[in-house]
């Protein structure tokens, strides 16, 4: 069955650093991937996607890679903020309908 | 402000009981999703409707059910609720398939 596998463990990390986060997915050949950002008792708010023949995309400080070989992404935040604080989730689709699949999301924490 | 309205914002109710949840897309937007979250646990795709007809299932129970009226907007219909049922119940809608999803910021349901 599909899986997609975002590290369970929060991430504590000190501000200025980069933070990496990683989105494995099996069972899956996605046309596209997201990053979403979930603040406590909020809605996910849209961050980055990027396309399977994208190997990389930027924003301001976020960064996302896409290796379709390896069946990963990583989404770094360089210089990270304590307003970067928030779980993080990847999401998977496809150009044809069907689920779109989010992971179970990583938390990040940022310490002055 | 996403431009995704959700009501009712909280409800309480007990086992057994039906409730209804709302969305109202943004503006322009043919396709809305539901996402449930219960506590510690990611987002469970439940059913997505483009421009009123159904597209995508997940894993929805039988004692749920949806639908999108002609003006976009889409209910959701829970029943024989179940202590287990209680959880964040999210609307996200976006311009097609393919696109960022815009999220409401949940129904929070608790089943007593």
């Known amino acids: 069955s599909q899986k997609i596998e975002q590290n369970s463990e929060a991430l504590n990390i000190q501000e200025g650093k980069t933070a990496t986060l990683t989105c494995n997915y099996t069972n899956y050949s996605p046309a596209y991937l997201q990053w979403y950002r979930q603040d406590p008792g909020r809605g996910p708010v849209f961050l980055l996607l990027?396309?399977?023949?994208?190997k990389e995309k930027r924003k301001e400080r976020l960064k996302v890679t896409f290796d379709t070989t390896l069946k990963q992404s990583l989404f770094h935040i360089t210089a990270s903020q304590p307003a970067d604080s928030a779980t993080y989730l990847c999401a998977l689709g496809t150009d044809s309908w069907g689920k779109f699949q989010f992971g179970a999301g990583t938390q990040v924490v940022v310490t002055p | 402000d996403s431009g995704v309205t959700q009501t009712p914002k909280h409800l309480i109710t007990a086992t057994g009981q039906r409730v209804t949840l709302r969305c109202s897309p943004r503006s322009g937007d043919l396709s809305v999703y539901w996402y449930q979250q219960s506590l510690d646990q990611g987002l469970q795709f439940l059913i997505q409707y483009y421009n009123g007809e159904e597209r995508a299932k997940g894993n929805i129970l039988e004692r749920f059910s949806a639908q999108q009226f002609p003006d976009l907007h889409s209910e959701l219909n829970l029943s024989s609720l179940e202590l287990g049922d209680s959880a964040l119940y999210f609307c996200a809608s976006s311009v097609s398939n393919t696109g960022e999803l815009f999220f409401g910021e949940g129904s929070r349901l608790t089943v007593l």
């Open positions: 990027i396309r399977e023949n994208e």
